[in-house]
């Protein structure tokens, strides 16, 4: 049977005048006890030892407990449970509420304030129970222990609001977490479970996972942060959820090797990034939602190598890109509305993208790099593209199959050094041409297929090489197929047709073989070369004619000599025909008498 004790400060029929007095009468019989308490403010520090229960008489919050320094409630061993009591410490490095040596604490209902201090510190061996309560200005903290958060609210924790650590074990239900100044929660070296949370204006990562830790979030809200909503780093796992960030840093950053597993994910107005992994981070990332992210919707960088289905990408500037030394996976994207590249791959990256849709973009697939960047784009639609749905510079690589690209300026280029290969792939509707090679390129092309391009067919120029058979080009404008200045190659089995255009006009370079098709071929036959013209600006001027005159200028030495060539002595004389001297120059310059 649990014994009742009753705390009244102004005295009462077996009241006592605090509550510790109240406790110590309970541990002294050493049964389970309820101690019910006044209204009040009580100065003082509780030792709460075996099963007791402590309980405001009031309504919750009219029974204050405090004290100077340190702790106010210190729980061990047993079973305890607090309700409706507000309780607020200063500089309480172990905890306004320390619970230790295998306590089983419940607090429901409670108001806990810790200025310059931990709110809650339940120890390893413990557990620790929360349940429509107030934690303001310091962290909760769950080191090696069981924890049970729910309908709890904790604002402006001086760093974390939330910390499970050292193999802690915690669920964290329907709670709201507001102005944290590092993180809301951090699970680290511990397993976190969060549902139906808010969690809003941290000064860092909302929640962050890190040192093998295990996080699962589930149908959670993130905003207003300064940094990243969700963050994943040092090995941690872990799932989320139907969960939405809206307006941070990062929607999730992945990172130095965690692996987690996002299924419906909403990253909204995220200033830099909606999914961003880096630095040998991983992940899988299902059925996501990025929308207007200020920079990159989808971003793999430094060795990140995310897996990515499913997923659509609306508005903003970049769609996906893997940059410096990254790689991905990305399987049923859709992304529309962007003001730059839908997908990017630079700089020794590597990227294979499937059954993509690409709609209303500047670019479709950009690549840049040396020629370990490569990329694979397959089974997709690029179309109503400002620019070119797919473009290839640097020494990168691009391999095409099954691809699309309708309504745009020009379909497939490859530029520099870069290397093209286009497998069963059709360009239409295009407003300069289908393919292009310029530069040093190389294009190889099977079934390529262009329709209805206002310019050219396909065009190389440059030193560019051309390898293409098996392909069709109709109604180009212009011409089907235009080589310039010395590229070279292949053309086998190709057919040009239309009504106004001309089938080839050509350099000689390029050898067609089974060339279908009734248009005329024109050779392109270069210009004479213009003369050479040297023009002098600092020489002699001459207002008449000057014959058999040697010239010569910017020399330090000029020796003038006057020779004879009329006696028989070399001295000669003049006669009636004028001075037949001659006029010798030299210089100790090289190009003397010049």
């Known amino acids: 049977m649990v014994r009742k004790y009753v705390v009244a400060p102004h005295g009462g029929r077996g009241a006592h005048p605090d509550i510790g007095s109240a406790l110590r009468a309970a541990s002294a019989r050493g049964r389970a006890a309820r101690v019910e308490i006044a209204p009040g ?51 309480a490095d172990a905890g306004v509420v320390d619970c230790h040596d295998g306590a089983a604490l419940t607090l429901t209902a409670v108001a806990v304030r810790a200025h310059d201090g931990v709110c809650t510190h339940a120890r390893p061996g413990t557990s620790l129970t929360l ?52 993180h809301g929660v951090r699970v680290s070296d511990a397993r976190a479970h969060l549902a139906g949370c808010h969690v809003t204006g941290t000064g860092k990562a909302a929640v962050m996972a890190d040192t093998r830790a295990e996080l699962t979030v589930e149908g959670c809200t993130v905003d207003a942060v300064h940094m990243a909503g969700l963050a994943f780093v040092e090995q941690s796992r872990g799932l989320v959820r139907a969960t939405r960030v809206t307006d941070a840093e990062n929607g999730i950053l992945v990172a130095s090797g965690a692996d987690p597993l996002v299924h419906g994910g909403v990253f909204a107005d995220c200033r830099d990034t909606g999914i961003h992994v880096q630095d040998s981070g991983r992940g899988t990332f299902e059925d996501c939602e990025i929308l207007r992210a200020g920079n990159v919707a989808v971003l793999s960088t430094r060795g990140g190598a995310p897996r990515v289905d499913g997923c659509r990408v609306r508005g903003g500037n970049v769609g996906v890109a893997v940059t ?31 059954q993509v849709q690409v709609e209303n973009c500047p670019f479709g697939l950009e690549t840049r790099g040396n020629g370990g960047t490569t990329a694979e784009l397959t089974d997709a639609r690029i179309l109503d593209f400002d620019m070119a749905a797919v473009a290839a ?12 690209a309708q309504r745009g300026l020009l379909g497939f280029g490859a530029g520099e050094e870069a290397q093209l290969h286009v497998r069963d792939s059709a360009v239409s509707a295009v407003s300069t041409g289908g393919a292009l090679a310029f530069g040093t390129a190389r294009l190889v092309a099977r079934g390529l297929e262009v329709t209805g391009a ?6 190389a120029t440059g030193s560019a090489y051309l390898d293409v058979a098996d392909s069709r080009f109709h109604d180009c404008a212009a011409t089907g197929l235009r080589f310039d200045e010395t590229c070279g190659g292949r053309l086998a089995d190709c057919a040009v047709t239309g009504a106004t255009a001309v089938a080839v006009q050509h350099n000689g370079r390029v050898k067609l073989v089974s060339l279908a098709g009734s248009l005329p071929v024109e050779e392109i036959t270069e210009p004479a070369a213009p003369p050479t013209v040297v023009n002098h600006y600092h020489g002699p001027v001459f207002v008449e004619a000057v014959h058999n005159a040697q010239l010569a200028w910017n020399n330090t030495n000029v020796v003038q000599q ?17 001075d037949r001297s001659g006029l010798s120059i030299s210089s100790d310059q090289d190009g003397a008498g010049r």
């Open 454 to 459: 206002e310019s050219y067919g396909l065009c």
């Open 393 to 404: 510079v640097g020494q990168s690589r691009v391999t095409l199959g099954q691809v699309r």
């Open 562 to 578: 006057r020779g004879d060539h009329g006696g028989p002595h070399g001295r000669g004389a003049p006669d009636d025909r004028g």
């Open 41 to 91: 403010h009580y100065e003082e520090a509780l030792a709460v030892r075996g099963d007791i229960e402590l309980t405001a008489l009031g309504d919750p919050g009219s029974v204050t407990v405090s004290r100077p320094r340190g702790t106010v409630l210190d729980v061990s061993g047993g079973s305890v449970v607090v309700r409706g009591l507000v309780l607020i410490g200063r500089d």
């Open 324 to 354: 410096e030394k990254a790689r991905g996976t990305f399987t049923r994207v859709d992304v529309r509305d962007l003001t730059g590249v839908a997908l990017r791959v630079w700089d020794e990256s590597k990227a294979a993208f499937a």
């Open 131 to 182: 349940t429509d309560s107030e934690f303001r200005y310091g962290r909760a903290v769950f080191a090696g222990c069981s924890g049970h958060i729910e309908r709890c609210r904790f604002t402006d924790a001086a760093d974390n609001a939330v910390a499970v650590i050292e193999s802690a074990r915690v669920t964290v239900l329907d709670s709201r977490i507001d102005g944290a100044r590092i």
